[in-house]
Structure formats: C-alpha cells, structure tokens
C-alpha cells in the first residue's frame, strides 16, 4: 500500500520548464529562444495585448458604420394578453405601476421605462400607469372600462 508521503506524479504531467539564458547545454542554445535579430530579440521587449507589430490594429482597420445616439430611450415592453394573465391570478386593487409589473416579472427593471403595446385581447378592468401605450392598447384599455396615466 502506498503512502501519501511516497505519492509520485504520474508520468508526463508536471513538464519541466524552459530554463532560458543559461548558455549551449541547456539545449536553448546561444540566443535562447529569441531568435537573432528583432525587437523580440532585445531585452526588455515587451508588447500591449493588441499590439500587432505596426500593422494597421484591429479596432482602427474596422468599418465604423452608422450613429448611436446617446440619448436614445429603449422602453421595456409589456403586452396587453401579459397584462390580462397577470390580473387573472393576481387581481390588483388600485392602479398598476413599475412596482407591480416588476414583482409580477413583467418588466425587468422598475426604474426604467416601459412601454404597453396593444398585442391580445383585454377584459379587465385596469387603472395603468406607465411612459408610453400604443393606439391599440390605448383603445383596449379604455374600451374594457379601464384608465390610462403616461408617465413623462
């Protein structure tokens, strides 16, 4: 039986490292593994991550196309067949805001905007609150009786 103390480390898995710089018999022979001439060759060479050698980098030889503006608005959506399953097993008394469509999974984030969209059909009766409804689900919500407030 073996001992831990007289464990040995399988054959061929710790591979012995390059010793670099210590002259013809350590098999790296006189110019240890740099190569004769260069800036790799020199000492105290060393290179960015992205550095290509003066070729043209990657990030500049790239196409820029088009204008992302800073300042656009990107709504997290919610849809009225959403809406409708939601008050189905939750029935919600008062109005229903980014607090409630967020603890119901509705929305991702409570304090960005949102946006509700006309998509399926609506037979609730809802008080709504949020920064922006399309035609449909403005005519949807008011149709089944319900109130819309836009947030700005």
Known sequence: MDLLSNLKYAEGSKKKRKRVGRGEGSGHGGYSTRGMNGQNSRSGAKFRAWFEGGQMPLQRR?????????????????????????VEKNPVEGTID?????????????????????DGGLTAKINIVAHGFSKKAEEKIIAAGGTINKLS
């Open 62 to 86: 790239i196409p820029k196309v088009g204008f992302n503006s800073p300042f656009k608005v990107v709504y997290q959506v919610v849809n009225l067949s959403q809406l409708q399953k939601f």
């Open 98 to 118: 980014a607090k409630v469509l967020y603890k119901g999974g509705l929305i991702s984030y409570a304090l960005r905007p949102y946006k509700i969209l006309g």
